[in-house]
C-alpha cells in the first residue's frame, strides 16, 4: 500500500499463500531438473488486449527501460525463449543454491518477466511494456498444482526476506513480487523496509482471494509497496481480486496473454500478471526520469491513473496509464489515511552502496548513448503463459482461486 511520507514504513509478510490458475501448457521440452517438467506450449501470434490498451510502440520512443533491472522474485525465469534472450541477467536460487534463477519449473515467473521485458518477434504480436529492461530472477519456489494435486518446493518467509535482500543488493531498481503472503514475520517486513530505504520501487499483487472475505494481503499491504488489483477487457475489476486499502491501483490480470517456459505462450489470470505491468511502468520512468526517487516514481504512478468504471477500494485510484506516468506530469497524490509503523534504520553496506553508485553512473552513461543514438526501440514481441493452480502454503505465485 504505498501513502506518500517522508520515509515510508511497512508492515509485514509471511506463511500462507494465495493461489495460482490452472495453466496453460509451458515449455516444449522438459525443463531440466524438474520433477513435474510443465506441459508444451505453442506460439500465439495474435496481439493481446492488454497491448490494444498500451500501446507499447507509442511508449518505445520515450523510454523502453534501458539500463533498469527489474527483479523478478518467483519460480525463476526461462531465459531460453526467444523473447527473452539477452534480456535475463543471472540471478540466484533460493530453493538449490548455486544456480542462477533461470530454472522455471511453475511457468509463473517467466510469464511474469515476459509481461515486463518480452522482446518482440516476426510473426508475433505480443511484446513486454518495457523490452529494454534486464530481469534479475530469484527463484523462491517450484509450487503448482497438476491435476488438482499440489507438489514442488517453496521457501519459508527467512529465505524470502533473504532473496529481496539478495536483490537489492544486486542492483535491481525494481522489485515484483507477484506473490500473496497473508501473514506477518518480522525478517520480511524488514526486507521489505530495507529495499525502500534503497531507493528501490516494490510492486506487489494485491491477491485473489476476494471470495474468501478479502484476507489482508503482504506485501501488497505495507506503506510504500505498491498493491495491484486486477482488471479485464472491459476495465472492470476482476471477480477474484482483492478489495481493501492495500489496492494503490490495477491494471490487466484477466485472459494475459504471456510466454511459457521456453518456447510458446499461453493465457493465465490473477493479480500476479496486473503486478508486472506496474513494474514495467516504473522501469520505463526510472529509464526517462532517472533524478526521481522510488517514492516519486511509485506517486507519479499512482497519479496518473485513468479513472475506473467502479469505485471502492477495488480500484485504488484508478486504472494503470502507462503513457501518463512517463510523458506527463500528474497533479498532487492523495494519501491514504493509516498509522506508518517506525522501522529502524540499518546501517548501509558500503560494499552494497559503492556497487549501486557504480551501477548508477554506468545507467547514466547509457541514457546518454541512447539519447544520442535515438530510438534504439526495436524490442519484440512477448506471449503469455498460464499457471497452475496454488492451494494455500507458505509462499506461492498470486493467482485466483
Known amino acids: 500500500?504505498?501513502?506518500?511520507?517522508?520515509?515510508?514504513?511497512?508492515a509485514a509478510l509471511a506463511a500462507i499463500l494465495a493461489a495460482v490458475l490452472p495453466a496453460?501448457?509451458?515449455?516444449?521440452?522438459?525443463?531440466?531438473?524438474?520433477?513435474?517438467?510443465?506441459?508444451p506450449s505453442r506460439p500465439v501470434a495474435d496481439q493481446p488486449w492488454p497491448q490494444q490498451r498500451y500501446a507499447p510502440d507509442r511508449l518505445?520512443?520515450?523510454?523502453?527501460?534501458?539500463?533498469?533491472?527489474?527483479?523478478?522474485?518467483?519460480?525463476?525465469?526461462?531465459?531460453?525463449?526467444?523473447?527473452?534472450?539477452?534480456?535475463?541477467?543471472?540471478?540466484?536460487?533460493?530453493l538449490d543454491p548455486?544456480?542462477?534463477?533461470?530454472?522455471?519449473?511453475?511457468?509463473?515467473?517467466?510469464?511474469?518477466?515476459?509481461?515486463?521485458?518480452?522482446?518482440?518477434?516476426?510473426?508475433?504480436?505480443?511484446?513486454?511494456?518495457?523490452?529494454?529492461?534486464?530481469?534479475?530472477?530469484?527463484?523462491?519456489?517450484?509450487q503448482q498444482v497438476v491435476e488438482g494435486r499440489e507438489s514442488g518446493r517453496t521457501v519459508g518467509a527467512a529465505d524470502f526476506a533473504r532473496a529481496i535482500r539478495w536483490a537489492v543488493d544486486h542492483d535491481a531498481d525494481v522489485?515484483?513480487?507477484?506473490?500473496?503472503?497473508?501473514?506477518?514475520?518480522?525478517?520480511?517486513?524488514?526486507?521489505?523496509?530495507?529495499a525502500l530505504r534503497w531507493d528501490v520501487v516494490v510492486v506487489a499483487a494485491a491477491g485473489n482471494l476476494h471470495d474468501s472475505g478479502d484476507p489482508r494481503p503482504y506485501p501488497a499491504a505495507y506503506d510504500g509497496v505498491l498493491g495491484v488489483g486486477a482488471i479485464g477487457a472491459d476495465g472492470v475489476r476482476s471477480p477474484f481480486s482483492q478489495t481493501g486499502p492495500y489496492v494503490d491501483l490495477v491494471a490487466p490480470g484477466s485472459d494475459v496473454l504471456m510466454a511459457a517456459p521456453e518456447q510458446g505462450h499461453h493465457r493465465a489470470e490473477g493479480t500476479s500478471y496486473a503486478a508486472p505491468f506496474v513494474a514495467a511502468t516504473a522501469a520505463l520512468l526510472r529509464q526517462y526520469r532517472p533524478d526521481l526517487s522510488a517514492a516519486?516514481?511509485?506517486?507519479?504512478?499512482?497519479?496518473?491513473?485513468?479513472?475506473?468504471?467502479?469505485?471502492?477500494?477495488?480500484?485504488?485510484?484508478?486504472?494503470?496509464?502507462?503513457?501518463?506516468?512517463?510523458?506527463?506530469?500528474?497533479g498532487p497524490v492523495t494519501a491514504r489515511a493509516a498509522p506508518a509503523a517506525v522501522l529502524p534504520v540499518e546501517r548501509a553496506d558500503p560494499a552494497a552502496q559503492a556497487q549501486r553508485d557504480r551501477r548508477r553512473s554506468a545507467q547514466h552513461r547509457a541514457l546518454l548513448v541512447a539519447g544520442a543514438t535515438g530510438g534504439a526501440a526495436t524490442v519484440t514481441v512477448l506471449l503469455a503463459v498460464v499457471l497452475p493452480r496454488g492451494a494455500r502454503r507458505r509462499w506461492q505465485p498470486a493467482g485466483p482461486a
Open 1 to 10: 500500500m504505498f501513502r506518500p511520507t517522508a520515509r515510508p514504513a511497512l
Open 24 to 39: 496453460t501448457p509451458a515449455a516444449a521440452r522438459a525443463t531440466p531438473g524438474c520433477a513435474t517438467p510443465p506441459a
Open 60 to 94: 518505445a520512443p520515450l523510454a523502453i527501460g534501458a539500463g533498469i533491472v527489474v527483479a523478478v522474485i518467483d519460480s525463476g525465469v526461462d531465459r531460453r525463449h526467444p523473447q527473452l534472450a539477452g534480456r535475463v541477467l543471472d540471478g540466484t536460487d533460493f
Open 98 to 142: 548455486g544456480g542462477d534463477g533461470t530454472r522455471d519449473c511453475a511457468g509463473h515467473g517467466t510469464g511474469v518477466a515476459s509481461i515486463i521485458a518480452a522482446t518482440p518477434r516476426p510473426s508475433v504480436a505480443f511484446h513486454g511494456l518495457a523490452p529494454g529492461a534486464h530481469i534479475l530472477p530469484v527463484r523462491v519456489s517450484e
Open 175 to 194: 522489485l515484483n513480487l507477484s506473490v500473496v503472503l497473508y501473514a506477518d514475520t518480522p525478517a520480511v517486513r524488514a526486507a521489505v523496509a530495507y
Open 296 to 330: 516519486e516514481v511509485v506517486g507519479r504512478i499512482v497519479a496518473s491513473t485513468d479513472p475506473a468504471p467502479g469505485t471502492g477500494d477495488g480500484y485504488g485510484a484508478g486504472v494503470l496509464n502507462p503513457y501518463r506516468a512517463v510523458a506527463e506530469a500528474p
